[in-house]
C-alpha cells in the first residue's frame, strides 16, 4: 500500500503553506515536530556513550532501510528493555537518515535527527515517572493492554483506538512495535498484529535485538552488566498474502523475530508462498 505524505502544523492552512523551515510541523498527536528534534539531539548526547562506550552494539542489515519511504513502514522486533531498545532504533534510524550503514559512529546525525519515528508503548509504561513522560513525548503511541497490567496477567477490555493510533503514525512515519508485547522471551506474539498489517498494509521490516536484556535493567535505564555486546539486526522486508490467516501471519511474525521457543516447529514453515527461511519473509 503507499501512504500519501502527511503534513500536519499548528498554524492555520493559509499561514502554514509559508512556514518553509517547518518550526510549526507538528505530528499527529499534536506534538511539535520542533521540540521532537530538540528532545532526540539532547537524548542522543546523554544516551550515545551507552551504546558505543559503555557497551559495543554490532548493528547489520541497514541496507534494508535506505530507500524505504518516509512513512509506512512497520518495524517489528523482539523487546527486551522498555526505553534501552527504543533508544537505539532512534540512534540508528537518525544515523539511516544521513546515509549511515551499520553504524551509528559518528553521532552528527543528531544536529539533524529524523524526527517521523513512533513506537508503541503500553500507557501504563509511560506514566510511570518524569523521564517516562519524556520519552513519551518523544514519539509514543500508547496503548492501554487488554492481557497485562502492572506486571500481571489480566483481562479487561480491548483498546478499540489503539489500531487508529498506529495507523496515524504509519501514514505520518516509522513505527517500532513490539509484537509481543512484553519484554519476556518467547512469549507470543498477539494478533493485533496481524490485524494492523492486513488493515493497514504496511511495509514490515523484522528486527532481532540481543544483549539489552544483559546490559540493562528492565526500564532500560540503568546499567546492569557492561562491556556488553548488543546486536540489532535489521532483515528483508515481509511479503504477506491476502488469503493469509491470522495465524499463519503471527507464525510467520514469531518466526521472523527469532521469538519461536526452542525445540518448537513454526506452522509458518510451511507459508502459502512457499517461503520457509526466516530471513526471506
Known amino acids: 500500500m503507499s501512504f500519501k505524505k502527511i503534513t500536519y502544523s499548528a498554524l492555520p492552512s493559509l499561514l502554514a503553506r509559508l512556514d518553509f523551515l517547518g518550526l510549526f510541523e507538528k505530528d499527529p498527536f499534536g506534538n511539535l515536530l520542533t ?8 537524548l542522543g548526547w546523554f544516551t550515545y556513550y551507552r551504546y558505543t562506550a559503555v557497551n559495543k552494539i554490532r548493528i547489520t542489515g541497514t541496507e ?3 530507500d524505504l519511504p518516509d512513512q509506512g513502514v ?4 523482539n523487546h527486551q528493555t522498555y526505553f534501552a531498545d527504543v533508544i537505539a532504533f532512534f540512534h540508528i534510524f537518525c544515523a539511516v ?9 559518528p553521532p552528527f546525525y543528531l544536529f539533524s535527527p529524523r524526527a517521523r519515528m513512533y513506537y508503541v508503548a503500553a500507557a501504563e509504561t509511560m506514566r510511570g515517572g518524569l523521564l517516562p513522560k519524556i520519552f513519551s513525548m518523544g514519539g509514543a503511541i500508547t496503548i492501554e493492554r487488554s492481557w ?3 506486571g500481571e496477567d489480566v483481562k479487561r477490555q480491548l483498546d478499540t483506538s489503539a489500531q487508529d493510533r498506529i495507523g496515524e503514525g504509519l501514514q505520518h512515519g516509522w ?8 519484554t519476556k522471551p518467547y512469549a507470543p506474539v498477539r494478533k493485533g498484529t496481524a490485524h494492523l498489517i492486513s488493515e493497514h498494509h504496511p511495509i514490515v521490516i523484522p528486527v532481532v535485538i540481543n544483549g539489552f536484556r544483559r546490559a540493562f535493567d528492565k526500564k532500560g535505564l540503568r546499567f546492569k552488566k557492561r562491556n556488553t555486546k548488543l546486536t540489532v539486526q535489521f532483515k528483508p522486508p515481509m511479503h504477506f498474502l491476502p488469503g493469509e490467516s491470522v495465524e499463519q501471519m503471527v507464525a510467520r ?7 519461536e521457543a526452542p525445540g518448537e516447529v513454526s506452522p509458518g ?3 502459502p508462498n512457499g517461503d520457509a527461511q526466516p530471513t526471506n519473509i
Open 35 to 42: 521540540i521532537k528534534r530538540l528532545l532526540i539531539f539532547i
Open 64 to 66: 534494508h532501510l535506505m
Open 74 to 77: 512497520l518495524f517489528l522486533s
Open 97 to 105: 537518515k544521513w546515509g549511515y550503514k551499520d553504524t551509528m559512529s
Open 148 to 150: 497485562r497490567a502492572n
Open 175 to 182: 513505527v517500532v512495535s513490539f509484537p509481543q508485547g512484553t
Open 253 to 259: 511474525v514469531t518466526q521472523a523475530i527469532e521469538q
Open 269 to 271: 514453515d510451511a507459508s
